[in-house]
């Protein structure tokens, strides 16, 4: 399993040299061995990309994001059939009962509440915690009376005041809708690698959304970015601040009372989910952001 990830924002020609990508510029090349090679984004409008080197990031199950002329995250790459029983999974995947799903949300929700707890207090946020504790002890199954909502709408007015909506234009909405798609976009590659659709969810349903599971397992993780847009993001989220959002996926972070690389993190805590809702377990892995993040080994 590769551990790199890798941005690539000037003008150049990407291709495959036996099993390595090969990144030619100016004349010159670098050679990247595949196998080490987690997260690749392709970011600028004039660069060449030949298929054998797209097919074979795919075939490694190497998460592989475009973006647009704004350095924006656009598009993710994902393997058809890339599991050995991938007709097997998605047969479970379709069968999975009402019950555990809606039990499953039920501790995605309180989990994301939990989290958001933990964000603020690290923040030195304390009003209004007694508040989200009653949100939290409040969750019913399948979140019937909405908490998530409620809990989200009173957590971000505390983090960045009491004018802020989630759906304004600005650079903190900005910021935050980037570092989402990048954890977004590993989701969805590990949901892909286990045989998974990414369109059908336990929670979110919509018929246009090709992500519907993927944004019902992101919520216990979405604090991680807030975090870091509060503490970096003022008036302009620079294409630095991007470079350095990305990177965030390489941090390490508490689960199960180890400390662990985030990606590594989201694939244990992923496993947990489908175990849960595939019978095979009860037990359910949680982020454990009260102690921090060790940002300074990202």
Not at 241 to 270: P, T
Request: glycine share 4%; net charge negative; with cysteine.
């Amino acid at each position: 399993m590769g551990w790199k990830t890798i941005i690539i924002n000037e003008e150049c020609k990407i291709s495959l040299n036996y099993n390595s990508m090969r990144v030619h510029v100016d004349g010159e090349y670098i050679n990247v061995p595949i196998s080490d090679i987690d997260t690749v984004i392709f970011s600028h409008e004039k660069m060449i990309l030949t298929i054998p080197i797209l097919s074979k990031l795919i075939e490694h199950n190497v998460n592989v994001l475009i973006c647009n002329d704004k350095n924006d995250p656009i598009g993710v790459f994902n393997p058809f059939n890339n599991h050995s029983l991938s007709f097997k999974q998605l047969n479970k995947q379709i069968n999975w009962k009402i019950t555990r799903k809606k039990k499953l949300w039920k501790k995605i929700v309180e989990d994301k509440i939990q989290t958001e707890i933990d964000a603020l207090l690290l923040l030195d946020i304390t009003d209004q915690i007694y508040t989200l504790k009653q949100y939290q002890e409040s969750v019913y199954n399948d979140d019937q009376t909405n908490r998530e909502a409620a809990s989200a709408k009173l957590y971000f007015s505390l983090l960045f005041g009491s004018d802020f909506k989630r759906d304004d234009e600005g650079e903190i909405n900005y910021a935050l809708n980037y570092g989402y798609k990048i954890i977004a976009s590993y989701i969805t590659k590990c949901i892909a690698s286990r045989g998974l659709l990414s369109q059908l969810g336990i929670h979110h349903i919509g018929e246009s959304n090709p992500f519907n599971l993927t944004y019902d397992f992101i919520e216990t993780f979405r604090c991680i970015i807030d975090i870091w847009v509060y503490e970096n993001v003022i008036n302009k989220f620079t294409i630095q601040q991007k470079h350095e959002l990305i990177d965030i996926l390489n941090c390490k972070v508490k689960i199960n009372n180890k400390w662990i690389r985030l990606n590594d993190g989201i694939e244990d805590i992923i496993d947990s989910y489908i175990g849960f809702l595939n019978d095979k377990t009860e037990d359910i892995l949680s982020l454990d952001l009260s102690v921090g993040i060790k940002k300074d080994e990202c």
